[in-house]
């Protein structure tokens, strides 16, 4: 399995909430545009839209440094609207991915256990 999910928990930054908004709508945008390889990029929001978690799919390791190189770009000003209040990364990344990923706490990497997936 080369597919990887990515999760995302954030908090806003008092008064932040639509400036994230509007950045992650353009990373969205971006990714329509430049990232086959990611398969999806689902936003949901709590009760009274005080945090946020984000869902991500890439179908590789590959796909997932694509994302990083192309919406990159963005994430200084992201990380100005809200704390991030837990990262994961499903899956079992390459070689190059895991050493990127060795240089921070987040996301924590979680790899495969056990799997039973009926839609593939």
């Given at each position: 399995m080369t597919e990887l999910i990515g999760i995302a928990r954030f908090k806003f930054h008092e008064g932040k909430r639509e400036e994230y908004l509007r950045l992650s709508d353009q990373a969205l945008e971006l990714e329509r545009a430049n990232e086959p390889g990611t398969l999806a990029y689902d936003l949901y929001l709590n009760a009274d839209q005080s945090e946020c978690m984000?869902?991500?799919?890439?179908?590789?390791?590959?796909?997932?440094?694509?994302?990083t190189a192309n919406v990159?770009?963005?994430?200084?000003?992201?990380?100005?609207?809200?704390?991030?209040?837990?990262?994961?990364?499903?899956?079992?990344?390459?070689?190059?991915?895991?050493?990127?990923?060795?240089?921070?706490?987040?996301?924590?990497?979680?790899?495969?256990?056990?799997?039973?997936?009926?839609?593939?």
């Open positions: 984000f869902i991500e799919r890439y179908r590789d390791s590959e796909a997932a440094m694509a994302h990159g770009h963005l994430f200084a000003s992201v990380l100005e609207t809200v704390s991030i209040v837990h990262g994961e990364l499903l899956g079992q990344p390459s070689p190059e991915l895991r050493a990127n990923l060795a240089a921070s706490d987040v996301p924590v990497l979680f790899t495969p256990y056990r799997s039973l997936s009926r839609d593939r």
